[in-house]
């Protein structure tokens, strides 16, 4: 699993999206995506307007209270977490990741 926490207004969120889309197009048949979008610090709209922009075709989640943000410990965005198949964060990148990684940590966990 590949979750991504980010906001619409985030200059590093906007940065690292193409790359996501693109290994989305490689990896989404063999890891699950999921975008969790900090609603309490962005509005719907906005939200929209991203998914629309850049294509984001797997599921987003609404953080609507910040609460799922606090769970997992977010400090700054976009923050992402790579899940093996046990159900174990084996990675965390925080701040836009390089395409370079997104794709090593995507095919490791893949696996």
Same mark, same amino acid.
């Given at each position: 699993?590949?979750? %991504?926490? !980010?906001?619409? !207004?985030?200059? #590093?969120?906007?940065?690292?999206? $193409?790359?996501?889309? +693109?290994? #989305? ?11 969790? %979008?900090?609603?309490? +610090? ?6 929209? +307007?991203?998914?629309? +922009? #850049?294509?984001?075709? !797997? $599921? ?11 769970? #997992? ?11 093996? =198949? ?21 095919? =490791?966990?893949?696996?």
């Amino acid at each position: 699993i590949f979750i %991504n926490f !980010w906001t619409s !207004w985030c200059v #590093y969120c906007k940065l690292e999206t $193409p790359d996501i889309v +693109q290994a #989305y197009k490689q990896y989404g048949d063999k890891v699950v995506f999921l975008s969790i %979008n900090v609603t309490a +610090q962005d509005s719907m709209a906005d939200m929209e +307007q991203f998914v629309k +922009q #850049y294509g984001i075709t !797997w $599921p987003v989640a609404l953080d609507t209270k910040g609460t799922v943000m606090n769970e #997992y410990g977010i400090i700054g965005f976009p923050t992402s977490f790579f899940v093996n =198949r046990q159900g174990m964060i084996v990675a965390t990148n925080v701040g836009a990741i390089s395409k370079e990684n997104l794709m090593a940590e995507l095919e =490791r966990i893949s696996k």
